[in-house]
């Protein structure tokens, strides 16, 4: 796949530079955002706050554990970083404005790589028009990525996991099981099956603007798919009190797009769908009578009860990704 490591005459590596020299190269690589009021370059940014709130949260990538360098190229790693938090902003209904980013990085990473990971952030905030205001940098004996994200409600009440009411409709927006099918292809040496999906994984496309769009359009309860689509309508079951119903059926499309790498792997489509993560895809719930957002069709209903069904079974506790749970 897209193994970047170039070879050492492609330039310098980051042990030959020094911090200030890696920050030179990097710094002119990374958008400046609509709403930055003092760059990177002080001891911290400043970000305009237009309605007095801001939403902010933070998800780190680590080496060999969400991703292989074998596998992502410098910009696909900064891609993901970039995505997986975008995400989480729109998850709350909010706009992104703003991203620092924290890299801890070996010595003889080549300084091309890291370049490549700025422009990887770069490459999905500026069409946002978010800046990347600023970060950390490290070394140390593997890659990490920590990224911390701002937004701006727009004067909206934040979209939190803890609204959804027995009679909302449930909906989803994106994709599902995509970036799993992917991982699967690229753990098998098989990325040949099918490149579109192994750039699912290593290049996420989450639905960003549908998060502001889904809170216009009055949604109760929302969160974006990252640990699997049953783990993760479980943390908005349990935050809100309720039982989530999920109609496999609305997931067809995704599965059948799905099974042609399935029957080369010997796996289960539908396991990729529902317990797949890394799609970052919105759940979001719709009391009665809100018209959808475009992006979003309905996968199911929110009803009184506890837990989640599909297709009237409850679903297996322990689905999904967790990093200390087996
Ligand atoms: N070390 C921590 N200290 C304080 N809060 C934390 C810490 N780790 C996680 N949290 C909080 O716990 C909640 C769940 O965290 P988690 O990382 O699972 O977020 P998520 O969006 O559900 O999933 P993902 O990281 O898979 O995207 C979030 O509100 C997060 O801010
Ligand atoms: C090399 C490699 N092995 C396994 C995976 C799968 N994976 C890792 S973390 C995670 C859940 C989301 O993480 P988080 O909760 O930390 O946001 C998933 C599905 C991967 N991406 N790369
Ligand atoms: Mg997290
Ligand atoms: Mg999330
Ligand atoms: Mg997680």
Redesign the pocket.
């Known amino acids: 796949m897209t193994a970047d490591t170039p070879p050492a005459s492609d330039g310098p590596l980051v042990r030959e530079l020094s911090e200030d020299g890696l920050l030179a190269r990097i710094l002119p690589l990374l958008p400046r955002g609509e709403q930055t009021l003092v760059p990177p370059g002080d001891d911290a940014a400043v970000v305009a706050a237009p309605d007095g709130r801001f939403v902010v949260t933070t998800?780190?990538l680590v080496e060999?554990?969400?991703?292989?360098r074998a596998w992502s190229s410098g910009q696909d790693v900064g891609r993901r970083a970039a995505v997986?938090n975008l995400a989480d902003v729109a998850a709350m209904g909010a706009s992104p404005t703003s991203l620092v980013a924290a890299l801890v990085i070996p010595g003889d990473l080549p300084v091309s790589w890291v370049e490549g990971l700025a422009r990887g952030l770069a490459a999905e905030c500026l069409p946002l028009g978010v800046g990347v205001v600023g970060g950390d940098l490290s070394g140390g004996p593997a890659v990490v990525v920590a990224v911390t994200a701002h937004g701006d409600l727009g004067g909206r009440a934040p979209v939190l996991r803890s609204g959804a009411r027995a009679g909302d409709l449930l909906a989803h927006a994106g994709v599902a099981g995509r970036s799993?099918a992917g991982?699967a292809l690229l753990e098998a040496g098989r990325a040949d099956v099918d490149p579109e999906l192994v750039a699912a994984h290593l290049r996420p496309v989450a639905p960003v603007a549908a998060g502001p769009e889904a809170a216009s359009a009055g949604a109760s309860a929302m969160l974006d798919v990252?640990?699997g689509l049953l783990r993760d309508a479980g943390r908005m079951a349990r935050a809100s009190g309720v039982r989530i119903e999920l109609d496999s059926a609305a997931f067809r499309q995704d599965q059948e797009r799905l099974r042609a790498a399935a029957d080369t792997l010997g796996a289960v489509a539908q396991r990729w769908v529902l317990d797949?993560?890394?799609d970052h895809g919105l759940l979001a719930a719709f009391p009665p009578g809100c018209a959808l957002p475009d992006a979003f069709r309905p996968v199911g209903r929110v009803r009184a009860g506890a837990g989640v069904h599909v297709d009237g079974e409850p679903a297996p506790a322990a689905s999904g990704?967790d990093?200390f749970a087996g």
């Open positions: 998800d780190v060999d554990r969400h991703f292989r997986q799993a991982l990252s640990d797949g993560g890394e990704w990093h």
